[in-house]
Structure formats: C-alpha cells, structure tokens
C-alpha cells in the first residue's frame, strides 16, 4: 500500500527567510501525483502546489517550490521569503488517477517575525 | 470557482444519537470523499463514491455509512455516535479524469 511520511512534527521560521519541509512516499506505480496542501486555523484546506511524477521538472508557485526526486520517493516544500500568513499545518498527499489522497501526518510551520 | 459545503462548522450531538453529516459541491464532479482529521494522524478515509449510489470504503469505515443520491450531494451518517468520533470531518470532491480534490471547510463534531 502507498504510504506518506512527513518526519517534521514541527518547524519554525523567521519572516523573510528560507524554510524546506520534507516528505518521503513508497510506491510502485510511475504514474501518480503528489501534492501540498496547506491547512491555516481557519481549517480550510488549500492547494498550495502539485508535481505530476512524469514531469521532471520541479513545480514553482511564486514563493514556494519543491524538490522532486523520483528514484529517492522524495517530495520536499521550500517556502522562500516566508510570510506570517504562512503559518499553518502542511501536509504532504500522494494521489493516483481517480482515486483519493493518502496524506502524511502533516507539518505545523511556525512563523515569527 | 469550485464550491465544497459542509452542513456544519460545529456540531454537538450525544452518545447513541444517529448522525447526519451533509457535503454538496457545485462543479458537477463525480468524486466526492469523506476524510476523518485527528491530531498526529493526519487525514485518514472514511468513503468515497465515484458515482450516484456508488460507493467505496475507506480505511477506516467502521461506525459510518454513506449515502449519495444525486451527484452533488455526499453524506456521511454516524449510525450510533460515539466518543470516539468525536473529530474534525472534512469532505473532497474531484472530477473523474483529475488528481487534485477541493475540500470544504470541514465540521468539528463532538460526542459527548
């Protein structure tokens, strides 16, 4: 079975600066899409960027990007110039066509200024 | 703009009392899923349907059912609520032929 791994509980980070959350998933399909979703107390769930695992090419949203290694099963968030609405709970899902999300954990980012 | 609604933002209901937990989107799409959140666990399934009267288990579908009688519209029934579903209850919806699924602002529902 798929499964997704998010090793950080918690991180925090300072206004302006740089933050990478991690996530690891198993698979043994080629064909699936990964996901960051982005969960603010007002616990409405927001896309915050995807990565199709046929492309090769990392996918950018203007401050955030991530880090897709195939081989590594690795799919990491980088948060640059971080803002303090971007404090919220992250989590990393795995989806195949037409099938639901299996989420890891989740992340609670913390931002100070 | 894709719409997903939830019945509830909070809902407090007994121990024994059948629950009824309600989603409706507005984008015509096929798929529609019932997640459970609970704090260090992440968002688990309870069902999903990919179509009207169709459905699916989930991970963790014991204590609940599902019904899905017209397309836009997906609820998640509590047969005898108890205290340990006492969780935040969030519902997707997603076309057919595409990954990404658009959530509603979830129902916080206490057993008490």
């Known amino acids: 079975a798929q499964t997704v791994t998010q090793s950080q509980p918690e991180m925090s980070v300072q206004e302006a600066e740089t933050v990478t959350l991690s996530c690891t998933y198993d698979?043994?399909?080629?064909?699936?899409?990964l996901f960051w979703y982005k969960q603010p107390p007002s616990r409405q769930m927001i896309l915050v960027i995807r990565?199709?695992?046929?492309?090769?090419q990392n996918a950018t949203e203007n401050r955030f990007s991530v880090n897709f290694q195939k081989a590594a099963k690795s799919f990491s968030l980088k948060i640059s110039d971080s803002q303090l609405g971007d404090a919220a709970m992250y989590f990393c899902?795995?989806?195949?066509?037409?099938?639901?999300?299996?989420f890891g954990k989740g992340t609670t980012l913390s931002v100070s200024s | 703009d894709v719409k997903v609604t939830q019945s509830s933002r909070y809902l407090v209901k007994r121990t024994g009392e059948k629950v009824f937990l309600e989603c409706v989107q507005d984008?015509?799409?096929?798929?529609m899923f019932w997640y459970r959140q609970d704090p260090g666990l992440g968002l688990r399934l309870i069902y999903f349907?990919?179509?009207?009267?169709?459905?699916e288990k989930g991970d963790i579908p014991e204590g609940y059912s599902v019904s899905r009688e017209k397309k836009e519209r997906f609820s998640l029934i509590l047969e005898s609520a108890s205290t340990n579903q006492t969780s935040m209850y969030l519902c997707?919806?997603?076309?057919?032929?595409?990954?990404?699924?658009?959530f509603g602002p979830g129902t916080r529902l206490t057993v008490t």
């Open positions: 990565q199709e695992a046929y492309k090769q």
């Open positions: 899902a795995y989806s195949e066509a037409g099938t639901a999300l299996i």
């Open positions: 984008m015509d799409h096929e798929n």
């Open positions: 997707a919806s997603s076309l057919a032929t595409d990954y990404e699924q658009y």
């Open positions: 698979t043994s399909e080629s064909d699936y899409y």
């Open positions: 349907s990919y179509d009207v009267k169709m459905k």
